[in-house]
């Protein structure tokens, strides 16, 4: 069993930055895969980046690339998503997800944890 915890959402400019927080605990946590994903208001749920347990290998979504950032403290068993020059589709429910899988693989399926959320609004 892995929990998530998210924190940092909150309400934030466009062009301004957040730093988002999912703190993992349970054993084996070397052997998942993290990621963030995230669901806007009357949108299905999206992926956004995930980072294996080094922190070597990520990838993120096109929409961020340049803008955000995934990266990891494995001794914090945390993970971080550092968002910059946000913009207003940026706004939704920010969900810290884990799976046994690999880097590649997680947008593509439905993770086994994953987080309560937390909310990001941009507004204008």
């Known amino acids: 069993q892995v929990q998530l915890a998210e924190t940092g959402g909150g309400l934030v400019q466009a062009g301004g930055s957040l730093r988002l927080s999912c703190t993992a605990s349970g054993r084996t946590l070397w052997r998942y895969v993290m990621g963030w994903f995230r669901q806007a208001p009357g949108k299905e749920r999206e992926f956004v980046a995930a980072?294996?347990?080094?922190?070597?290998?990520?990838v993120h979504v096109d929409s961020v690339k340049g803008r955000f950032t995934i990266s990891r403290d494995s001794a914090k068993n945390t993970v971080y998503l550092q968002m910059n020059s946000l913009k207003l589709e940026d706004t939704a429910v920010y969900y810290c997800?884990?799976?046994?899988?690999?880097?590649?693989?997680?947008?593509?399926?439905?993770?086994?944890?994953w987080g309560q959320g937390t909310q990001v609004t941009v507004s204008s």
């Open positions: 997800a884990a799976d046994r899988t690999t880097v590649q693989s997680m947008g593509a399926m439905l993770p086994d944890y």
């Open positions: 980072i294996n347990w080094s922190g070597v290998d990520t």
